[in-house]
């Protein structure tokens, strides 16, 4: 993908996230994720309906990489299974690690294929994604 295409997709994503700002509803899974080593926190919540992923939340403050691959996660994880969500959320950390990865499941995420070559930078793109792992593992234990 071209790089001036991929900083339009994140600024876009940093200045109108998607479904940003928590709401007071019941039969949202939530959690609470932060960078020990910034400024980035993140609160997600997650609504899963029959093993779909039906809405998803989010709120903190954090850096544009962290902002924008939160928002790109939610709007690609929306209206998939929970077995889909895991194998993109899957993929994802291993584009990010630099190891194997499909990136046709990856969607719009696909735009930070290269963070993996700023260490400082993959935790800020994979803290949303691990707090969605955490979401999935909650869901399969209740």
């Known amino acids: ?3 001036k295409m991929k900083r339009e997709i994140i ?5 109108n996230p998607k479904n940003k700002g928590l709401i007071n509803q019941d039969g949202f899974i939530s959690v ?15 609504k899963i309906e029959n093993d779909i992923i039906t809405d998803a939340r989010f709120d903190g403050e954090a850096c544009a990489i962290c902002t924008s691959s ?19 959320v899957s993929n994802f950390g291993a584009m ?6 499909n990136g046709d499941i990856l969607e719009q995420a696909i735009v930070y294929d290269d963070v ?6 993959k935790k800020c793109a994979l803290l949303g994604w691990w707090g969605m ?3 999935l593992e909650k869901n399969e234990q209740s």
């Open 133 to 135: 792992e955490k979401v």
């Open 116 to 121: 993996g070559r700023q260490p400082n930078r």
């Open 96 to 101: 990010i690690n630099e190891e194997e990865y």
């Open 32 to 46: 609470d994720m932060n960078n020990e080593s910034c400024i980035d926190e993140v609160h997600l919540m997650v």
């Open 11 to 15: 600024l876009h994503h940093y200045q």
């Open 70 to 88: 939160t928002s790109i996660m939610i709007d690609t994880l929306i209206g998939k299974t929970t077995e889909q969500a895991k194998q993109i």
């Open 1 to 3: 993908m071209d790089p």
